[in-house]
């Protein structure tokens, strides 16, 4: 069972368009973080969010954490080549040692 | 200076062989962990050490045992290897062992058993 849906798994826009992707759960967590994941590399850290119904922006990405902490989502504005990769969203859950990953968005932006 | 570093990036071998994959962190974390990426990119973790100490030890075949020397340092070694350990693993760190904590990870390491 997949604690953590992202959706959509893949995404191939045009340069300059806007997108969304979700993160989605049944299940509440203490906090949310969201990893890019470009080819050959590990996955780095973009953002953490914390509170109920917090924004983060990132430059041109906008990040939200539902009120009742179970859904995230990324709104990426005039996307760019360069925002290709995979997206992953992970979440924390109390004292539990575990990260909650999801599977990933794969986003493709074409010149 | 690279923060999690991982050898070797790519290793093909035959099924039945045993290899090893080293990771070191120069962050100063205490934690450490190993995570497997199928080729779904599905992120599964498989342990983690805090301070040398086994934490996580998700159900993974006794095939794979890790090794943390010291904080700095956690190793995967593979007995027997199958054709299904073929994925990329991963190393990360991360300060504290906390399932909030940030995780930084390494660049990978391919494993491609024939």
């Known amino acids: 069972t997949q604690l953590l849906e992202q959706s959509p798994q893949f995404l191939s826009i045009q340069e300059g368009e806007n997108l969304t992707v979700y993160c989605n759960s049944s299940s509440v967590f203490s906090s949310l973080q969201w990893y890019r994941q470009e080819p050959g590399e590990g996955p780095v850290l973009l953002v953490t969010v914390v509170t109920g119904g917090e924004v983060k922006k990132l430059k041109r990405l906008t990040f939200q954490f539902g009120d009742a902490r179970k859904d995230s989502s990324l709104h990426i504005t005039a996307a760019q080549t360069g925002d290709t990769g995979l997206y992953l969203c992970?979440?924390?859950?109390?004292?539990?040692?575990?990260?909650?990953w999801g599977a990933g968005t794969k986003l493709i932006i074409k010149p | 200076d690279t923060a999690v570093s991982q050898t070797p990036k790519y290793l093909v071998t035959q099924m039945g062989n045993d290899k090893s994959i080293k990771c070191e962190q120069n962050?100063?974390?205490?934690?450490m962990y190993w995570y497997k990426q199928d080729s779904k990119k599905f992120l599964k973790i498989m342990f983690s050490?805090?301070?040398?100490?086994?934490?996580i030890n998700e159900t993974v075949p006794n095939r794979f045992s890790p090794k943390s020397p010291d904080k700095a340092h956690l190793n995967l070694h593979i007995n027997s290897l199958e054709l299904g350990d073929s994925a990329v693993y991963f190393c990360a760190s991360s300060q504290g062992n906390s399932g909030a904590n940030v995780l930084t990870f390494g660049a990978g390491s391919r494993l491609t058993v024939l």
């Open positions: 962050l100063g974390h205490d934690t």
């Open positions: 050490y805090n301070n040398k100490e086994l934490i």
């Open positions: 992970a979440g924390a859950q109390g004292s539990n040692y575990q990260l909650i």
